[in-house]
């Protein structure tokens, strides 16, 4: 079985530490005291005014459902690559820029080179907060609150379910770490590969979102050798085009929006596959659930797992089943 490990980040802590700081607010705490507690210490704190004004641009407004979408992610990410103790500092700068470039999910005009250069600056914010007293304490309380072992338990499940429902050999998982971020909206999980790990990020970590960004690693491949086959498919864009442009899955009406469309709408199916098992009822009601916001080629798709899914090997022949099966919606 892979590697599953969780920890408490500082380096993700310090990110929503500043975005919270800034007016972040998109974390739900009414339940949790001593996540309101945190929150409103952090907001009732006295920070430098130009840490706030770097962490109020990471608000973009581009994203519908997400208003913070693509900026928070990317700070994250970027943040991963700063050591835990000071010097707070890149050891490379071009790995970031280039690992931002080569991102898929983010679109070209998301990651233009102002949004790079904005990422870039992080390590001096990241080391104004460190020299505020507060921030140390705010760390505690924050480290103090995440129930590790549950969220290792769970990424633990989720690899032990991946493996007894595609059969992929154990050994073929990618290493996961997960992430716990209680400051974050608890509707997003961010996923950063770097090296031959996986970092999820999640508020509350759970099952299905873990296996879902699993599922992402593992189809990758043969999403890549069929670009040519699902761009013959393009045209399925248009009757999801506005759903998919309210979250941010397209961004125009090209060949790269498809293919993001197409590969979370497959993610999502294949996520509702694992994870409902044999229990039909289940799985068409999530099926129907998702094509309700919006993903309308999910039942077709998870149809296909049910019929034709035959292992990650032939991941390639079951894009193009998939595929065919969403055309089918439209006839």
């Known amino acids: ?28 705490p009414s339940r949790n005291q001593y996540l309101c507690q945190l929150i409103q210490e952090i907001k009732e704190s006295v920070w430098p005014k130009y840490v706030l004004a770097y962490f109020r641009k990471a608000r973009t407004d581009i994203c519908e459902v997400n208003p913070y979408w693509p900026r928070a992610f990317l700070a994250s990410l ?6 835990e103790s000071p010097p707070y500092r890149y050891s490379d700068r071009g790995i970031i820029e280039r690992h931002i470039e080569g991102l898929d999910a983010v679109s070209h005009a998301d990651k233009r080179a102002d949004t790079i ?9 990241y080391q104004a907060l460190w020299a505020q007293p507060v921030t140390h304490r705010l760390w505690s309380l924050y480290e103090g609150h995440i129930n590790l072992g549950q969220a290792e338990k769970v990424a633990v499940d989720a690899a032990a379910l991946v ?11 990618p290493r996961i770490v997960i992430l716990p971020n209680p400051l974050q909206a608890r509707e997003v999980t961010d ?17 299905a979102s873990c296996v879902h960004e699993m599922l992402h690693h593992l189809l990758s491949p043969a999403l890549a050798l069929s670009r040519g086959t699902i761009r013959e498919f393009a045209y399925l864009l248009g009757p999801v085009r506005e759903d998919m442009l309210r979250f941010r899955y397209a961004w125009n009406d090209k060949e790269e929006s498809w293919h993001r469309t197409f590969e979370e709408h497959l993610m999502r199916a294949a996520q509702i596959w694992i994870t409902c098992g044999e229990d039909q009822e289940s799985l068409d009601r999530s099926a129907a659930y998702q094509a309700r916001h919006g993903f309308r080629y999910v039942p077709a798709i998870t149809g ?12 390639q022949d079951f894009v193009t089943h ?7 919606c439209q006839a």
């Open 191 to 207: 996923a950063v590969a770097l090296g031959d790990k996986i970092y999820i990020i999640a508020s509350e970590p759970d099952r």
């Open 322 to 328: 998939c595929l065919h099966a969403c055309q089918k």
């Open 78 to 83: 970027a943040s991963l690559y700063l050591p």
């Open 304 to 315: 296909c797992f049910r019929l034709h899914w035959s292992g990650i090997d032939s991941a």
């Open 117 to 125: 250069r904005w990422v870039l600056q992080l390590p001096d914010i």
């Open 163 to 173: 493996v007894r429902r595609t059969g992929i050999a154990p050994q073929r998982l």
């Open 1 to 28: 079985m892979s590697t599953c490990l969780a920890c408490a980040s500082k380096q993700i802590f310090s990110v929503y530490l500043g975005l919270t700081a800034s007016g972040y607010d998109l974390a739900r």
